[in-house]
């Protein structure tokens, strides 16, 4: 929605060809199946024991510990 609002005011004239009904459903998939991509882990690790929910992540992801390896990924997706 930024890019949208900085596209609208920064270069009113060029933006028209970009800001169309399909360039935004493609705009809105692509968000969706990112976020939806992140938390595949979650979902993946997930699980009740004893009437909690808890996340069980595994020893070791590629040299890092689980919940380390997901912190770092959280991290330098979410920016």
């Not at 996340?55 to 330098?76: C, Q």
């Amino acid at each position: 929605m930024s890019a949208d609002r900085y596209l609208a005011v920064c270069h009113p004239i060029s933006s028209t060809r970009w800001r169309t009904p399909l360039v935004s459903k493609i705009v809105c998939l692509t968000a969706w199946t990112a976020s939806s991509l992140m938390v595949v882990p979650l979902f993946m690790y997930a699980a009740e024991y004893e009437g909690q929910c808890n996340i069980f992540w595994p020893e070791k992801v590629g040299g890092f510990k689980g919940e380390k390896a997901f912190t770092l990924y959280t991290f330098t997706m979410s920016y």
